[in-house]
């Protein structure tokens, strides 16, 4: 049986390498459109080919040197088509190298195993195929319920030295045997020396997927904590708009009662032109809004004040007694971040005629239909299922959205946004009652 048992051949293993970081490229953001990447992917996979295939009759010394030629090659594919940072490229690289060498060395002994019953070349192809199909497939769903829920994964230069030293661990270990016969760890039998490099390759891509699974955990600690935060912050700011309002709504009738009395009981003109400056001047504080929902009003009255130092118009239509069951921290999250998101990116408009914003609240048979729209001039990306920012601080940004989504499910309600003729939509469809 030793005799069935040869080293991978070059090309298994270059094809390896290539399906791992096509499938990293898959799952990461790319800098490049489809028709590129696909160019790009197919020379990637004739150079590392060729390399690996002509590097084969070698010396024994040069195979570490050219193994790590290989592994560049792969980080320069994957640095050409991903647009992230060096360090999480270089994090998702090391994943690829040993997922690479687990779907080939997994194949390769099966592929052995099977030529000793039957060497038939289609069963061996049919191996081929459904092995790296299977581990592939497999390294993706793994991959997209680990960072499911993630709104932006980072991996620092302690995570990405973690990543390389752990593979190159992994791959020194599982080919030890090929390299010294004789340690405690080596194995004597070729076709024992297969297994253990496919189970210690196994246990690699175990401890990896470990490694990142606490990665993603502290990272939703920290969303889950900066959601909670914004929460409290929006609630915060209509109570501090509650007290405001409630104090200018007292001054506002107390001195519209004096001005009618200064009316009655002087008549010279220039007093008369001095009360109506000072009408004016008070009218720029009266309440706008009676939705029907004190809290909403307060909420929206509350950022009518940046609105109008920013030459900003919102217009609103709200039947605000069809959130009565919500409750008022909720209704806080849900329009104060999407008022702010709003503001935000109208305010970076230089024409002061399309600084607009829409609110509209209405019900629509058993469910709450809440529309938030601005006018936008620019591209909206979406990257895990959220716009992605245009701003340098993109770790502290986004949670306004997630936060949103994170209330709007509370009540088993719906999020989505588009740009529609240059206008971003926010909709949120909630079942009247928040019940399903």
Not at 42 to 54: E, G, R, Y
Not at 360 to 385: A, D, H, P, R, W
Request: net charge neutral.
């Amino acid at each position: 049986m030793d005799n069935v048992y040869q080293d991978i051949p070059r090309l298994y293993t270059a094809i390896a390498e290539w399906m791992a970081c096509i499938l990293y490229c898959l799952t990461l953001k790319r800098r490049i459109g489809i028709k590129r990447f696909a160019v790009t992917s197919v020379i990637a996979l004739i150079i590392q080919s060729v390399f690996l295939v002509t590097t084969k009759g070698l010396p024994i010394y040069f195979w570490i040197p050219c193994m790590l030629v290989a592994v560049l090659l792969m980080y320069l594919f994957m640095y050409l088509v991903v647009d992230d940072t060096r360090t999480l490229i270089g994090y998702y690289c090391a994943r690829a190298f040993l997922l690479a060498e687990l779907a080939a060395s997994l194949e390769w002994q099966l592929a052995s195993f099977a030529a000793t019953v039957n060497p038939s070349p289609v069963l061996q192809i049919v191996i081929f195929i459904a092995v790296y199909a299977l581990v592939f497939a497999w390294a993706g769903y793994m991959e997209k319920s680990i960072t499911r829920g993630i709104f932006q994964l980072e991996i620092n230069l302690q995570d990405f030295l973690a990543s390389v030293f752990i593979a190159a661990a992994i791959f020194a270990f599982s080919n030890l045997s090929f390299i010294l016969s004789n340690t405690p760890f080596s194995a004597w039998v070729t076709s024992d020396v297969f297994y253990v490099r496919t189970l210690v390759d196994i246990a690699g891509i175990m401890i990896l997927y470990v490694y990142q699974s606490r990665i993603c955990e502290l990272l939703a600690e920290k969303e889950l904590g900066n959601i909670h935060q914004m929460l409290k912050a929006q609630y915060d700011k209509y109570r501090s708009y509650q007290t405001t309002f409630d104090m200018i709504n007292m001054k506002y009738h107390d001195l519209k009662h004096q001005i009618a009395g200064l009316r009655a009981d002087m008549s010279s003109e220039e007093r008369q032109k001095w009360i109506d400056s000072m009408e004016q001047e008070l009218e720029y504080y009266r309440p706008e809004l009676q939705t029907g929902n004190t809290v909403l009003d307060t909420l929206i009255e509350g950022k009518m004040m940046t609105c109008k130092n920013n030459n900003i118009k919102v217009t609103c239509v709200a039947d605000g007694n069809v959130l009565d069951f919500m409750h008022v921290a909720d209704i806080c999250t849900i329009f104060g971040n999407a008022l702010d998101n709003a503001i935000e990116s109208v305010s970076l408009i230089e024409d002061l005629e399309k600084r607009l914003i829409h609110i509209s609240v209405t019900q629509k048979k058993n469910f709450v239909l809440i529309q938030v729209n601005n006018y936008c001039e620019s591209s909206i990306k979406i990257k895990n299922g959220y716009p992605v920012t245009t701003k340098a601080d993109k770790s502290n940004h986004g949670f306004g959205i997630k936060s949103i989504r994170y209330t709007v499910e509370k009540y088993h309600g719906t999020l989505t946004y588009n740009l529609n003729k240059n206008w971003f939509e926010l909709k949120i469809l909630i079942p009247q009652g928040g019940v399903a």
